[in-house]
């Protein structure tokens, strides 16, 4: 059974910075992807990166391209994410999740909260203006 377990949020300035991390455990994960999605109050949760195990090929909403940067820790088993520039609209509870198939999706399926099995408790993000 994958567990997954994240820190790392808080309270933030706008235009300062943190670092999620997401440790994994209970698979070998090589062939797998990891995301991050996040949910603001009110609204459905949302993709913002990804990453696959093996290649480290990355992926990115819109959104967050240039300001946000997934990467993982082979040793550690640990996913980041690095969140810099952040925005008030960034406020949100950040879930890290497992895909054990990710190493076979394409761009449009690593984006999709439906492809992933294991989720995290969350970890809440807010950015004061």
């Known amino acids: 059974q994958v567990q997954l377990v994240e820190s790392g949020g808080g309270l933030v300035q706008a235009g300062g910075s943190l670092r999620l991390s997401c440790v994994a455990s209970g698979r070998t994960f090589s062939n797998y992807a990891m995301g991050w999605f996040r949910q603001a109050p009110g609204k459905e949760r949302e993709f913002v990166a990804a990453?696959?195990?093996?290649?480290?090929?990355?992926y990115y909403a819109d959104s967050v391209k240039g300001r946000f940067t997934i990467s993982r820790d082979n040793a550690d088993n640990t996913v980041y994410l690095q969140m810099n520039s952040l925005k008030p609209e960034d406020t949100a509870v950040y879930y890290c999740a497992a895909n054990s198939l990710g190493a076979y999706s394409d761009s449009s399926r690593t984006s999709s909260a439906y492809a992933y099995e294991s989720w995290g408790q969350g970890t809440e993000v807010t950015v004061s203006s």
């Open positions: 990453i696959k195990w093996s290649l480290g090929r990355t």
